[in-house]
């Protein structure tokens, strides 16, 4: 039987989201800012049980590329997406598999025997949330999980391959793989940027991989810290920071790059190597303070949205439209959730 052909194929690290609200003691507690992102030390890991005992958690699907690709089976028809990432044999990973059942997304998961799913403890304080992530078994992900019989096929079957910064911490090469038969073959590789500190303490890793980026996508935190780390006098600028990534060499010089930059409620940024001087703006329709719940996931739902309209082939302007249209939809919920039954953002 042959293998179904998944249009988008998306890689990154699957957590399982253990969501509180309220959790101004928590912040305290484990010294944490209120809208950040680390990976848990020592003295955090404590934290995984008190949310659970303690307060009234929500339990989502997580890992940025993995709310990215839940958005993106939400707008495209059914059997467009497949997800992979590391989980372990447990119970965790049980709830991603059901979870990413019930919402139209294939995942094709390495399993690592005898390890842990990774979880991303989110403390949610008014509009702001911050999260705290144990990798456990997603940082054991492995390349030739690629090259497997089961993977191979829906690799060479997509058309979009989408990867989260993060897998750059430990999958450089899984990247360069995916990226260099992008490119030779005519597909889309597209990466997030994900979080500042991966252009902060990987830019080198990210020089290697961005020669093989058709697309690129990132906030203005993840757009000033690249700047920096890259020397920019003007990091601070998104447009010359979009301007610069947009125009760094390509591996394949005959296919263009297109660098999105968002900006929360402000006007997202794009710039496409074909007319760098020219950077668009798309202005964003903010909610009314009374209508926003939490902001945990809105630029993985952003990417799920554009990439979802990318698929389907639409011009960019529209791939920000609906990307727009699905950060919306994600603010108004708990977590990087999208609205079942579905209601059309196309």
């Not at 990976?39 to 990215?68: C, M, R, S, W």
């Amino acid at each position: 039987m042959s293998t179904p052909g998944y249009p988008l194929f998306c890689i990154g690290q699957p957590l399982l989201d253990i969501q509180v609200t309220d959790g101004e003691k928590l912040l305290e507690k484990y010294s944490l800012r209120a809208n950040d992102g680390i990976l848990a030390d020592d003295k955090h890991l404590a934290i995984y049980d008190e949310i659970t005992t303690d307060y009234a958690p929500v339990f989502v699907a997580g890992g940025a590329a993995q709310n990215t690709a839940r958005g993106a089976a939400y707008v495209l028809p059914p059997d467009s997406v497949v997800f992979t990432g590391c989980v372990g044999d447990d119970g965790l990973a049980e709830q991603l598999k059901a979870a990413n059942s019930r919402e139209g997304l294939k995942d094709a998961y390495l399993v690592a025997r005898g390890e842990k799913t990774g979880a991303c403890a989110v403390v949610i304080t008014g509009h702001n949330r911050s999260l705290v992530t144990t990798l456990r078994a997603a940082e054991k992900f492995q390349r030739s999980h690629l090259l497997s019989d089961t993977v191979a096929p829906l690799v060479d079957g997509a058309k979009v391959f989408y990867m989260e910064g993060y897998m750059l911490t430990h999958n450089v090469s899984c990247a360069l793989y995916l990226g260099e038969k992008a490119s030779t073959l005519s597909k889309t590789f597209v990466l997030n940027l994900s979080a500042p500190r991966i252009p902060q303490a990987l830019f080198a890793e990210l020089e290697q991989v961005i020669p093989y980026c058709d697309i690129i996508i990132g906030n203005e935190a993840e757009a000033e810290a690249w700047g920096t780390a890259a020397g920019m006098p003007s990091s601070k600028d998104i447009a010359a920071v979009a301007k610069t990534l947009a125009l760094l060499p390509k591996a394949n010089a005959s296919r263009p790059r297109t660098v999105i930059i968002t900006h929360g409620p402000h006007s997202t940024i794009l710039v496409s190597s074909l007319h760098p001087e020219h950077p668009q703006s798309f202005l964003v329709h903010p909610l009314s303070e009374d209508r926003i719940v939490d902001t945990n996931g809105a630029g993985d739902a952003f990417a799920g949205g554009f990439l979802g309209a990318l698929v389907l082939g639409r011009p960019m302007e529209e791939c920000v439209a609906i990307g727009h249209r699905l950060g919306a939809m994600c603010v108004q919920q708990v977590g990087p959730q999208y609205q079942w039954p579905k209601i059309s953002v196309i």
